[in-house]
């Protein structure tokens, strides 16, 4: 079993900056991939970011060039620093790890987070 922890989440004006964090604990060494998932009312989970051991990265087209997700994997953490947020990222932000390499399908993700609200007034 791993157990996750996020934070940082919030409420900002839309431009502005945002740092979740996720700690995970437990069973880490089944852990190869870190990521966000995130999911706003009426829609679906969406991937935003996620990375690998080795700092291979994915990203959604709609957050290129604005977020960036990093790893501690010393610390068993997994970082997104959101940019120039828009309205449009308002969700809650789930952490998620996998045992595959950058998996895209929720269904290939094995622990999720209890979720954070990030909230992105226009």
């Known amino acids: 079993q791993v157990q996750l922890v996020e934070s940082g989440g919030g409420l900002v004006q839309a431009g502005g900056s945002l740092r979740l964090s996720c700690a995970a604990s437990?069973?880490?060494?089944?852990?190869?991939?870190m990521g966000w998932y995130r999911q706003a009312p009426g829609k679906e989970r969406e991937l935003v970011a996620a990375i690998t051991s080795g700092g291979s990265t994915y990203y959604a087209d709609s957050v290129k060039g604005r977020f960036t997700i990093s790893r501690d994997n010393a610390k068993n953490t997994v970082y997104l620093q959101m940019n120039s947020l828009k309205p449009e990222d308002t969700a809650v932000y789930y952490c998620?790890?996998?045992?595959?390499?950058?998996?895209?399908?929720?269904?290939?993700?094995?622990?999720w987070g209890q979720g954070t609200q990030v909230t992105v007034s226009s």
């Open positions: 437990g069973d880490t060494i089944c852990i190869s991939a």
């Open positions: 998620t790890t996998s045992r595959y390499h950058l998996p895209r399908l929720a269904t290939e993700y094995d622990y």
